[in-house]
């Protein structure tokens, strides 16, 4: 079993920046990609962001050139870094990770969420 757990989320004004953390720990032999997807009230889970084990990131047009991911494969850990914050950014944002268990089976995991609520 494999546990992730987002951090960072909060209220901010428009404008304004966060950093998400999500770290997983479990069973765990190696991490393939990790993402970062969000959900707004009445709409459907978008994929916001996602990284390769070898650092290269992706990003939704809607935040390209705003948003930044990264990762630490040493501590099990991706990062998503928030600048330039709309209102139209507000969700609760998931992270997900690939996962290659010690005995070699693969499975994707999602955390509980975290929210960010952008104010005008």
């Known amino acids: 079993q494999v546990q992730l757990v987002e951090s960072g989320g909060g209220l901010v004004q428009a404008g304004g920046s966060l950093r998400l953390s999500c770290v997983a720990s479990?069973?765990?032999?190696?991490?393939?990609?990790m993402g970062w997807y969000r959900q707004a009230p009445g709409k459907q889970r978008e994929l916001v962001a996602d990284?390769?084990?070898?650092?290269?990131?992706n990003y939704a047009d809607s935040v390209k050139g705003r948003f930044t991911i990264s990762r630490d494969n040493a501590k099990n850990t991706v990062y998503l870094q928030m600048n330039s914050l709309k209102p139209e950014d507000t969700a609760v944002y998931y992270c997900?990770?690939?996962?290659?268990?010690?005995?070699?089976?693969?499975?994707?995991?999602w955390g509980q969420g975290t929210q960010v609520t952008v104010s005008s």
């Open positions: 990284i390769t084990s070898g650092g290269i990131g």
């Open positions: 479990g069973n765990i032999f190696s991490i393939n990609a």
């Open positions: 997900k990770a690939g996962v290659t268990h010690v005995a070699r089976s693969r499975t994707d995991y």
